[in-house]
C-alpha cells in the first residue's frame, strides 16, 4: 500500500470514529440511521448530476451494496439494544477484516502477501481484545454483533469489486450511497410510519451531520479499494476503534486501562505490517 491510501484510509477511520461518537448517545438509533441515510441519498441526488454514470457492469454490485448496508444497519441497531456500546463496536469491527480478506481472494482473486496476511491478524486481535471484559467475548445479542461484522465484510468486499468495473470511484460511491439511502426511509416505514419519521427531535442535526461524516469517510474507502487489497484496506478502516478509544478519552470522559493501551499497541503494529 502508498503512503497516500494508509494515510487517507486512516483519515477515513478517524471519520467513522467521529460519527459514531456523534450518535452514541442517540435513544432511537433505528430513527437515527434514516435520518442519516437520508442526509446521505440527498447529498448524493446533488452530487450526481455533476458525474457521469458508473459503468453497467458495476450496477449490479451497487444495488447489492446498498441492500447489504440496511441488513448491516438493523443488525447494528439491534445489537446496540441488546448490547453495550463498548463491546459491540470493537467486536463488530474487529471480526470483518480477516472475513474481507477471505472473501476478496475467494470472489476477486486477490492474493495477499503474508507480512499483509499478519498485520491483518494484529489488527483485528487488537480490536478484539477492546471488546473483551471479564475474560470473555459472552454478552447478550453477540449473534447480531457477528452477523454486523459479516454485512461489513460482505459490503466491502461488493464494492471493492463493484468500483472496479465502474470506471468512476466517486460515481459509483454516490449512486450506491443514493440507492441505500432511499431504501432505509423505505424500510422505516414498513416497520413503523411516515408520521414518526417526519417528526422533529432535538437529534436530527446530529443525525443529519452523521450521515455527511460517514458518507465522506466511506467515499474515502471506497477509492482506497481500487488502489489497494481489501483485506489491508479494511483493516486499516477498523482502526477507527482506536480513535474511538481516544475521542472517548478526550471528550467522554472514559478510562485508558492497561487493556486498552494493549489493544492500541497491537493495532499499532499490525498497522505498521500492513504499510
Not at 31 to 40: K, L, Q
Not at 219 to 246: C, D, H, K, N, Q
Request: net charge positive; hydrophobic share 55%.
Amino acid at each position: 500500500m502508498t503512503t497516500h491510501i494508509i494515510l487517507l484510509t486512516l483519515f477515513a477511520a478517524m471519520l467513522h470514529a467521529i460519527w459514531n461518537t456523534l450518535l452514541r448517545g442517540g435513544t432511537d438509533r433505528l430513527w437515527s440511521m434514516t435520518i442519516m441515510c437520508m442526509t446521505i441519498a440527498f447529498t448524493c441526488a446533488v452530487i450526481a448530476l455533476f458525474l457521469p454514470l458508473p459503468a453497467s457492469a458495476s450496477w449490479q454490485f451497487a444495488l447489492l451494496s446498498a441492500l447489504l448496508h440496511v441488513g448491516y444497519n438493523l443488525c447494528l441497531v439491534r445489537s446496540y439494544q441488546c448490547g453495550d456500546l463498548g463491546q459491540t463496536y470493537p467486536i463488530a469491527r474487529g471480526s470483518s477484516p480477516l472475513m474481507v480478506t477471505c472473501a476478496a481472494a475467494i470472489f476477486a482473486g486477490e492474493k495477499i502477501e503474508f507480512n499483509t496476511l499478519g498485520g491483518i491478524t494484529l489488527v483485528s486481535a487488537g480490536i478484539l481484545i477492546l471488546a473483551v471484559k471479564g475474560g470473555e467475548l459472552a454478552m447478550p445479542g453477540l449473534q447480531y454483533t457477528l452477523a454486523t461484522g459479516a454485512f461489513i465484510a460482505a459490503y466491502s468486499v461488493v464494492d471493492g469489486m463493484g468500483v472496479r468495473v465502474s470506471g468512476n470511484s466517486l460515481s459509483y460511491t454516490v449512486w450506491m450511497s443514493a440507492l441505500w439511502g432511499v431504501l432505509m426511509p423505505a424500510l422505516y416505514i414498513a416497520l413503523r410510519d411516515s408520521k414518526s419519521l417526519l417528526l422533529w427531535r432535538p437529534g436530527l442535526r446530529r443525525a443529519a451531520a452523521g450521515g455527511l461524516v460517514s458518507l465522506l469517510a466511506y467515499g474515502i474507502i471506497i477509492y482506497a479499494m481500487t488502489a489497494a487489497p481489501m483485506g489491508a484496506v479494511s483493516a486499516l478502516r477498523e482502526t477507527s476503534v482506536l480513535f474511538a478509544a481516544v475521542l472517548g478519552y478526550l471528550f467522554l470522559g472514559e478510562t485508558l486501562t492497561l487493556r486498552k493501551m494493549l489493544a492500541c499497541t497491537v493495532i499499532a503494529a499490525g498497522t505498521l505490517m500492513i504499510g
